[in-house]
Every structure is written in structure tokens, then in C-alpha cells.
């Protein structure tokens, strides 16, 4: 098994096991994420590629292999997960130079 699959299937268990102490809390957010990445409006693919990208900006490894590999699973393309890693690079780029270019320099000009 690999790296990947070890955390993903880790993650899995430990949720699992969290279910048992508080079974409510782990069905409702089960039956929420299951719902949200079904296909509507926006494709089953495309949400995972939604995924990805928070899951990288988060920093969360398990999310980021998650995502990847359904987005992968759902049809994308390694093409297209490149292109979803590299959107959700701008845009945490961006985020942090709009805070920069607003709080750095409201900062450098108090006195």
C-alpha cells in the first residue's frame, strides 16, 4: 500500500473510531460532504478539484490526496489536477499579497 493510501485509509479509521464516540456528529458530517460532492450544477469532478485546491491552501495532506485521487477517480485528467494545483496557487498568491499590499502597508504607515 502506498504513502497515500496508508494516511487516506488512517484517516478513514480514525473517523470511524470518532463515530463511535459521537455518532451523530460523524453521520451528519458524512451525509453533508456526501452530499456536497454529489454532482449538480458543478460535476462530481470539478468539486473534487474544489477539494484539492482548499486542501492545499489548508496545508492538509489527507485532504490533498484525498481530493486528488477523486478527482482523478471521477475522470480528471494528471493535466487537469496540475491546472487545479496551479489556480489554487494564485490564488493563495494573491491572497497573500492583498494582505500585504492592505495590512503591511497600513502597518509601515502607523507611527
Not at 488512517?10 to 463511535?20: A, L, N, P, S, V
Not at 477539494?51 to 471521477?74: M, Q
Not at 494545483?85 to 502597518?107: E, K, N
Request: aromatic share 6%; glycine share 8%.
Amino acid at each position: 500500500m502506498s504513502l497515500t493510501n496508508d494516511k487516506i485509509t488512517t484517516y478513514k479509521e480514525e473517523i470511524d473510531r470518532f463515530g463511535q464516540s459521537l455518532p451523530k456528529a460523524a453521520q451528519a458530517y458524512h451525509q453533508f460532504t456526501g452530499e456536497a460532492l454529489q454532482s449538480g450544477k458543478l460535476d462530481a469532478k470539478t468539486k473534487h478539484l474544489i477539494g484539492l485546491g482548499i486542501g492545499l491552501f489548508a496545508n492538509n495532506e489527507v485532504c490533498t490526496f484525498y481530493h486528488a485521487n477523486e478527482a482523478r477517480s471521477k475522470g480528471a485528467t494528471d493535466v487537469e489536477i496540475l491546472e487545479a494545483t496551479a489556480a489554487a496557487s494564485a490564488a493563495a498568491a494573491g491572497h497573500i499579497l492583498s494582505q500585504g499590499a492592505i495590512r503591511v502597508q497600513q502597518a509601515l504607515q502607523q507611527e
